[in-house]
C-alpha cells in the first residue's frame, strides 16, 4: 500500500542554517504530496503542497519539489529561524476520490539562536 | 472564518469514566476526520467521515471507541469505558469537497485528554 517515509528526528540546527528534511514515498497512480507543520501546543497546518510532478511548492521560506524520478518530497529551508522550531510532517493523498492522507512520523526541528 | 472547533480544550477523567469529545467542521467541508497522537505511536488517524457517512474506521482501537456524525457541522468521539491508555491529543480535521489532489486538511486545536 501507500507509504511515507520522512527521516528520523530530531533535527537541531543553529539559526540562519540550511534545512533539509527528507521525505520519500511509496504510491499507485499520481498521488498530491504535502508538508504540514505542527508548532507547540498547536494543531497540524498545510506548510506546502505539490499537485503534479516537478511542482515545487512554497511558503514562508520553505521549498519542496515533486520529484517522480526519485519519488521524493524532500523540504528545504535556505535560512531557519528560531520560530521554525515545530515538528513537520509529509504525506500523500490517497487515489481517486480517497479523501485519507497517508502520513509520515513527523520531524522535529528544534532551531537554537 | 473560524477554524475546526474542538471542545473541550482537555480533559482529565478517571478510568472507567465516559468521555465525549465534539467537533465542530469548517462551514461547507464534507469530510471530517478524528486522529490521535501521542509520543510513542504519532498520529494516527481513527475514523473519517464523508457527507456525514463513515467510510473508514479501521483505525478505531477497539469497542470502547464510537464516533457519530448526526449533521454536517457536528461530530463526537467517545470512549466508554476511558482507561489510561487512552491518554493522548484527539485532533479533529475537516475538509473541502473535492477531489484526492486538494485533501488538503484542516485541523482543530486539539483535546488533551488525560485519564488517571
Known amino acids: 500500500g501507500d507509504s511515507v517515509t520522512q527521516m528520523e528526528g530530531p533535527v537541531t540546527l543553529s539559526e540562519e542554517a540550511f534545512l533539509t528534511i527528507n521525505c520519500t514515498y511509496t504510491?499507485?497512480?499520481?498521488?498530491?504530496l504535502f508538508w504540514y507543520v505542527q508548532y507547540p501546543g498547536e494543531g497540524l497546518q498545510l506548510l506546502l503542497k505539490?499537485?503534479?510532478a516537478d511542482d515545487k511548492g512554497s511558503n514562508k521560506g520553505f521549498e519542496a519539489t515533486y520529484r517522480k524520478e526519485t519519488t521524493s518530497f524532500h523540504l528545504e529551508k535556505g535560512s531557519v529561524q528560531v520560530s521554525d522550531s515545530a515538528v513537520y510532517f509529509c504525506?500523500?493523498?490517497?487515489?481517486?476520490?480517497?479523501?485519507?492522507?497517508?502520513w509520515g512520523l513527523g520531524t522535529s526541528l528544534a532551531v537554537n539562536p | 472564518d473560524a477554524g475546526v472547533i474542538q471542545s473541550p480544550r482537555h480533559e482529565v477523567t478517571e478510568m472507567g469514566q465516559e468521555v465525549t469529545l465534539r467537533c465542530k467542521p469548517i462551514?461547507?467541508?464534507?469530510?471530517l476526520f478524528w486522529y490521535r497522537q501521542t509520543m510513542m505511536r504519532g498520529l494516527e488517524l481513527l475514523i473519517y467521515?464523508?457527507?456525514?457517512?463513515?467510510?473508514?474506521d479501521s483505525g478505531m482501537p477497539e469497542d470502547r471507541f464510537s464516533a457519530k456524525m448526526p449533521n454536517a457541522s457536528f461530530s463526537t468521539l467517545k470512549i466508554q469505558p476511558s482507561e489510561p491508555r487512552d491518554s493522548a491529543v484527539y485532533f479533529c480535521?475537516?475538509?473541502?469537497?473535492?477531489?484526492?489532489?486538494?485533501?488538503?486538511?484542516?485541523f482543530g486545536p486539539g483535546t488533551r485528554l488525560t485519564v488517571l
Open positions: 480535521a475537516s475538509a473541502a469537497p473535492g477531489t484526492s489532489a486538494y485533501n488538503e486538511q484542516f
Open positions: 462551514s461547507g467541508h464534507n469530510s
Open positions: 467521515f464523508n457527507n456525514n457517512v463513515p467510510i473508514d
Open positions: 504510491a499507485t497512480g499520481y498521488p498530491s
Open positions: 505539490a499537485t503534479k
Open positions: 504525506a500523500l493523498s490517497g487515489a481517486g476520490n480517497n479523501r485519507k492522507l497517508i
